[in-house]
């Protein structure tokens, strides 16, 4: 099992910027691939953005590319998103999630193939 806690998220205003941080724990030696996802109100969970815990590699989705960061520290282990130029649609909750088994191609950017979820941090983006 890996425990996952996010925390960083708040309300900030439009252009500003936001670091969420997601603490691994447990069997973490086990974990290939870890993703940022979220999901706004009424709206179905949205890919943000993945990474290869070993090597590093990075994809991200279309709407956060060149804005958000994905990053890692791998001897504190924890994950983390930077974003900036932050966007009102931008707003969601925002989930880490942790795979037991690495993930190729489109297989990263769909939440059912990632096995460890954290709670979720809620990211505000006022216009």
């Known amino acids: 099992q890996v425990q996952l806690v996010e925390s960083g998220g708040g309300l900030v205003q439009a252009g500003g910027s936001l670091r969420l941080s997601c603490a691994a724990s447990?069997?973490?030696?086990?974990?290939?691939?870890m993703g940022w996802f979220r999901q706004a109100p009424g709206k179905e969970r949205e890919f943000v953005a993945t990474?290869?815990?070993?090597?590093?590699?990075?994809y991200y989705s279309d709407s956060v590319k060149g804005r958000f960061t994905i990053f890692r520290d791998n001897a504190k282990n924890t994950l983390y998103l930077q974003m900036n130029s932050l966007k009102p649609e931008d707003a969601a909750v925002y989930y880490c999630?942790?795979?037991?088994?690495?993930?190729?191609?489109?297989?990263?950017?769909?939440?059912?193939?990632?096995?460890?979820w954290g709670q979720g941090t809620q990211v505000t983006v006022s216009s």
């Open positions: 990474i290869r815990w070993g090597t590093g590699s990075t």
């Open positions: 447990g069997r973490t030696f086990s974990t290939y691939d």
């Open positions: 999630a942790a795979a037991g088994r690495p993930l190729y191609a489109e297989s990263r950017l769909r939440g059912e193939n990632y096995d460890f």
